[in-house]
Every structure is written in structure tokens, then in C-alpha cells.
């Protein structure tokens, strides 16, 4: 699996708006047309071509209730701003008031270290994403290396190693919906708690030799402290 990505942040934007979540209502529908709105008033940030990465800071979260899942928050700006230009996208969800986005480049790091408490492992997939087959198969790969799912707040780092034709934002849900044994069980299948993901990463690494082939690294462990970072 190859390295992670490291975020070098190079302009903030204060928001004066809770961020939004993606939606798949109809087009014409309120909540699409709030969505469009608010992104519209995120577009300025965009607006310089050097962008490699960006990391939205979701604010005013409280410890009993971690609230909604980080990557309906970072898709929609993704899918906005052009999805395949980003080869990193942050998330993370804070105490503290207010809310954030910062953009910025993606520079070459190293990958999470098991002495820093990281658990990982590495999935190899074929087929269509969008198939209950795919998550099926990641889930089983995943739960013969990780047995016990943690209990609280989590901070994961996902690489996507992917071929160049593919769209990587379209594997987010998927692939984050197959770890179950990582997050915990929902109430159905593959709907994982991971509302309790407080910190994450979203990696992308093109290799042209993938084809339509997707290599996961998956990263996990309790979020230090209380899970939120002030």
C-alpha cells in the first residue's frame, strides 16, 4: 500500500454556516437548492489552480452526540470543487465553535505507525462499487484481521488506490459503509456506526496499473483524549 498524504493548509475560510450534508433529494427540492447555495458561497475558496487538498472542520459537536457522518459532509464540497484534482480530504468534527474550511496542497507522508496506536489493514477488490457483492467482500476481508470493533470515538485514514479513470469520491460511501467490524454493527447491513468517525482522512493514490481493480489501506484507532479535539 502506498504512503499516506500530508495537508499543508494555505487559506481559511470562517464559516458562517453549519457546513451541509450531501443530499439526494430531487434537484428541485429545498434541501438540494440550500445545498447549491451554500456551496456557491464556498466557491471563491477554489478559485486557485495549486489546490491538492482541503480539510472542513465541522464545529459545535458535543460529546453525547457525535452527529452525522463526516463524509456527507466532505462529498458534496468535493463533487463542487472538482473531485479528482484533490488527492487528500480531511475531516473532522470539534467542541469548539465554528466552523472551517481550509484549503491547501497534499504532500507526500508517511503512513500511520501501529506504535501511535494505528491499527490497519489492506483490502483488494474488484467488481462494481455499487453492488452489495463489493461491500461484502471488504467487509469479510476486513473482519478476518480486525475482531473487535471499537466503542467509542474513532479517527481513521483511508488510501484509495485506484486506476486513473476512476471517480474516487463515488467510493467513499461504499467502502466506509463495509466497516462494520471496525465501527461497529448497525441496525442493518452495512450501516455502520460511523457517525462516531471524528477524525478522518481521505487519500487518493493513482497507480495505472489498478485498471478498475481498488486497493483500500484502512487505518483505525480510538480518537485520543475525549475523541473531539477542542
Do not use: C
Not at 29 to 44: N, V
Not at 107 to 123: I, K, N, Q, T, Y
Not at 199 to 208: S, Y
Request: charge should be negative.
Amino acid at each position: 500500500m502506498a504512503d499516506t498524504w500530508r495537508f499543508e493548509g494555505l487559506d481559511e475560510v470562517v464559516l458562517e454556516e453549519r457546513p451541509r450534508l450531501a443530499s439526494w433529494d430531487a434537484m428541485a427540492s429545498p434541501a438540494q437548492a440550500a445545498l447549491r447555495a451554500y456551496l456557491d458561497r464556498l466557491q471563491s475558496a477554489a478559485d486557485r489552480p495549486d489546490l491538492s487538498a482541503f480539510h472542513l472542520i465541522v464545529g459545535d459537536v458535543t460529546e453525547g452526540s457525535p452527529g452525522h457522518d463526516l463524509d456527507n459532509f466532505l462529498y458534496p464540497v468535493a463533487k463542487r470543487f472538482g473531485a479528482n484534482r484533490f488527492d487528500l480530504v480531511r475531516g473532522s468534527k470539534r467542541r469548539s465553535r465554528g466552523h472551517r474550511l481550509v484549503v491547501g496542497v497534499a504532500v507526500s507522508g508517511d503512513p500511520p505507525r501501529a506504535s501511535d496506536g494505528w491499527s490497519s489493514v489492506v483490502v483488494g477488490t474488484e467488481g462494481s462499487t455499487d453492488s452489495r457483492a463489493w461491500k461484502e467482500d471488504v467487509h469479510a476481508q476486513v473482519a478476518r484481521v480486525v475482531h473487535t470493533p471499537e466503542t467509542g470515538p474513532v479517527e481513521m485514514e483511508i488510501v484509495f488506490r485506484i486506476g486513473p479513470s476512476r471517480t474516487w469520491v463515488n467510493l467513499w460511501k461504499p467502502a466506509i459503509d463495509s466497516l462494520g467490524p471496525i465501527l461497529g454493527e448497525g441496525r442493518r447491513p452495512f450501516m455502520p456506526e460511523d457517525d462516531m468517525i471524528v477524525e478522518l482522512g481521505l487519500h487518493r493514490q493513482v497507480d495505472p496499473g489498478m485498471g478498475f481493480r481498488v486497493e483500500l489501506g484502512i487505518w483505525g484507532r480510538a480518537a485520543s483524549g475525549t475523541g473531539l479535539i477542542g
